[in-house]
């Protein structure tokens, strides 16, 4: 499977963005895709996550409320919502999939999307 990641830009703090990613391949019912992050001289830290089949989906405590993650079956394409940015939401964001067995864990994910760029001034 190959991942394309989109959307990512520059906004005010308080603004919103909405990040894609495609999926080329067979997606399996199983599988988490999921949002990471990161940024200079730091560990990519999980953001969120879905389960394709049945669309449960799951957050790191810092985004709840703000971000929501859904998928596009038809599509095969996964969307980050991520709404009151704040500087500290600033870094490349990866998406990913895979069928490990924690949706936090970068060990589920076996394929990676290259990165996109996100940056929230105050």
Known sequence: V???ASGGGSVQA???LRLSCAASGTIYSNDFMGWFRQTPGKDREFVAAIRWRSSRTYY????????????????????LRMSSLQPEDTAVYYCAGGGGERPDARATYDYWGQGTQVTVSS
């Open 60 to 79: 790191t405590d810092s985004v709840k409320d703000r971000f929501t993650i859904s998928r596009d079956a038809a599509k095969n394409t996964v969307y």
């Open 14 to 16: 308080g603004g919103s």
């Open 2 to 4: 190959q991942l394309q």
